[in-house]
C-alpha cells in the first residue's frame, strides 16, 4: 500500500511557475507514497496535477510561506508523512525513502535533513555553507552502520516530518505561530545551544520566511542530522540557481564542491 502523504507547497506570483510545475510532476509521479499536492499561493493555478490551490491576501506576504505549516496542522491526522516545500526546490522519491529509513534508526532525539545545491555546467554549490556556518566536527554519530553529522545552518526551505515527527513538534510549540526567540526563558536557549553546538546570540538568525522550515529543527525537540554516508542521496536542488553568480539580486552565498568535499572528508576520519 502507497503511504498516504501530503506535500504543501508555497507559491508567490507567476515568475516560478515552471519551477512549480516541475516539483509537483516529480511529487506525482512517486512509486510509493500517494501524494496529495496543496499550493498556497497569492494568484490562481493552472495545474491539474495540484489537488486544492488554496489562495491569500496578505498585508505581508513574507507570512505567506507560515500558512502553510498551518494547512498541515489542518489536515495531522489524515496523512502519514508530510512535506514542507517552497515552489522551487525538487524533492525526489528517495529524499521520502531515505527520511524513514534514517527515522527507523536514529534515536526520537534525532531528526534527518537535506542540504540545499545548485549547478553550473558540471559543477555543484551549496548555498548554505558560507559565512559563519559550518559542520559541526564533534557532532559525528553512528547508527546501523551509517555516519551522521549536523551542519548548523538548519535551512533548507523545506522539511519532512512523519506522523510521530509532527507530533513532537507540534507539542514544543504553536505549529502555526512562528517562534519568537525574544520570549524563549535562558534555559530553553541553553538546552537548544547545547543540542545544536550553538552559540545562543547565532540561534535568531534566519528571516520571517526561513523560520517556515527553520522553527522545526530549531525548536522541535530534534536536532538536524545528514548522512554523510549516503551524502548524495540527501541534496536538494534550488532548482533556479541564482546564487551561483549572485543573480537578481542575490549574494554569492556559496560553497564549491571543494570545499564541500574537503569537509566530508574531515567528518569521515573522525
Not at 490562481?44 to 513574507?62: H, M, R, S
Not at 553550473?120 to 559541526?136: K, M
Not at 535568531?204 to 538536524?224: A, H, I, Q
Request: charge should be positive; glycine fraction near 4%; charged fraction near 25%.
Amino acid at each position: 500500500m502507497r503511504i498516504k502523504t501530503l506535500a504543501v507547497l508555497v507559491n508567490y506570483g507567476d515568475e516560478q511557475l515552471d519551477y512549480l510545475d516541475q516539483v509537483v510532476k516529480s511529487l506525482k509521479n512517486f512509486k510509493k507514497y500517494k501524494v496529495t499536492v496543496i499550493v498556497n499561493s497569492n494568484i490562481p493555478i493552472n495545474n491539474d496535477l495540484i489537488d486544492f490551490v488554496n489562495i491569500f491576501k496578505l498585508d505581508d506576504y513574507q507570512l505567506l510561506p507560515l500558512t502553510c505549516r498551518t494547512t498541515i496542522w489542518n489536515n495531522k491526522n489524515g496523512y502519514d508523512l508530510f512535506i514542507y516545500g517552497e515552489n522551487d526546490h525538487l524533492f525526489k522519491e528517495i529524499h521520502l525513502d531515505k527520511h524513514l529509513e534514517y527515522s527507523n534508526i536514529l534515536p526520537d532525539s534525532r531528526i534527518t535533513g537535506l542540504i540545499q545545491y545548485e549547478e553550473a555546467g558540471n559543477s555543484t554549490y551549496y548555498p548554505g555553507y558560507h559565512g559563519y556556518f559550518e559542520w559541526n566536527y564533534k557532532s559525528v554519530e553512528v547508527y546501523d552502520g551509517k555516519k551522521f553529522a549536523h551542519f548548523n545552518n538548519v535551512h533548507q526551505a523545506t522539511f519532512i516530518l512523519t506522523k510521530n515527527q509532527l507530533d513532537r513538534v507540534i507539542s514544543k510549540f504553536d505549529f502555526k505561530v512562528l517562534v519568537n526567540e525574544n520570549t524563549l526563558k535562558s534555559e530553553i536557549l541553553r538546552k537548544i545551544r547545547k543540542l545544536l553546538g550553538l552559540k545562543v546570540d547565532r540561534i535568531n538568525k534566519y528571516s520571517v520566511k526561513c523560520k517556515v522550515n527553520t522553527d522545526v529543527f530549531l525548536y522541535g525537540g530534534m536536532k538536524k542530522m545528514i548522512c554523510i554516508s549516503e551524502f548524495e542521496d540527501n541534496l536538494i536542488h534550488h532548482l533556479p540557481n541564482l546564487y551561483i553568480d549572485g543573480k537578481k539580486g542575490r549574494n554569492k552565498l556559496r560553497a564549491t564542491e571543494n570545499q564541500m568535499n574537503k569537509a566530508l572528508k574531515k567528518l569521515h576520519s573522525l
